[in-house]
C-alpha cells in the first residue's frame, strides 16, 4: 500500500493546543483529495475530533487507531471511506487514553505505527499519495509514534503571541526525535493560522515567524472564519461544509502550494 518514496507522510504537529492541527489536518485532507490526491487521515487523538469532524459516526469506528497501535490491526483493516471521494481516515475513540500503560512493556512500543504503516505489501501500488498524522498536543507515546512514521512534520502555527515560544518546544522534540527514533524526519513546512488581517498582532506574528523560518512557511495563510470553525458540528470539512469561504478558499491555496513544494522537493531529491 505504501510503496517507498510515493506516499508522504505528514505529522500534523505542534505542542500547543487549539492552534489548528486538527482542522488543518481535515481540511488541507479534503483539499488535497479535491485536486485529485489519494490522502489517508489517522486519527490520532484521542478525543477523535478528527473522525467526528469528518462526519464519522462512533458505531462505525470499528477498528480504531487504538487497535492499530495496541493489537498491530493493519492500516487496512482500521482505515474507513469518508463522505469525501479520495480521502480515507483510521478512526481514533476514547479508549486511546489508555494507550501508555498498555504499551509500557511493548516492543518497539514507538514504531506501531511506522510498522503498521509499512506493513501494507510494499510491493503492491501506492494507495495513498499523502498521509496526515493528526497528533495530540501533548509529547506522549502517541506523538513519539506520529514522528517516528512522519517523513516530515507540517506545523499550524497560530497567529498569537506565544506562538514562537511553542516552536521552541516543537523544534526540541523534532531534534530529540531525530536523534533517536527518526534520523531523517523533516519540516515539511509551517502554516499560519486563525490570523486576522485586522489585528496588528497577527501581522507581527506573521512577520517574525517568516524571518525566522524563511520560505518554510506556506505562502497561503488561513484566515480566522466562523465557517471554518462551525463546519465540524455538521460533520463536514469547510471545503463541503462552504466551498466558497475564505477558510476553504485558503486551504485550496494551501493544499496545491504543499503539492508543488512536494514535486520539486522530488525533482531535487532524485
Ligand atoms: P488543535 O487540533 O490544534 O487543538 P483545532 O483544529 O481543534 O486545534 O482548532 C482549535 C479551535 O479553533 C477549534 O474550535 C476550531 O474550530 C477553531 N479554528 C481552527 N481553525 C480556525 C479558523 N481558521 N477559523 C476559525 N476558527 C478556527
Ligand atoms: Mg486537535
Redesign the pocket.
Known sequence: MFKAGKTRVLAVS?Q?????????AINLGTALAAIGEKVLIVDM?PQG?ASTGLGVPRETRRVTIYDVIVDGRSVDESAVPTTVPGLDIVPADADMSGVEIELSQADRRSFRLRDALQGQGAEGQARYDYVLI?CP?SLNLLTLNAMAAADAVLV?LQCEFFALEGLTQLMKTIEMVRQSLNPTLEIQGLVL??YDRRSTLSGQVAADVRSHFGDKVYEAV?????R??EA?SFGKPALIYDLKCA?SQAYLRLAREVVAREKSRRLQAA
Do not use: E, W
Open positions: 505542534n500547543k493546543g487549539g492552534v489548528g492541527k486538527t482542522t488543518t487523538d475530533n493528526d498536543p499550524p493560522t486563525m488561513i484566515p480566522r472564519n466562523v471554518v470553525a465540524p477558510g
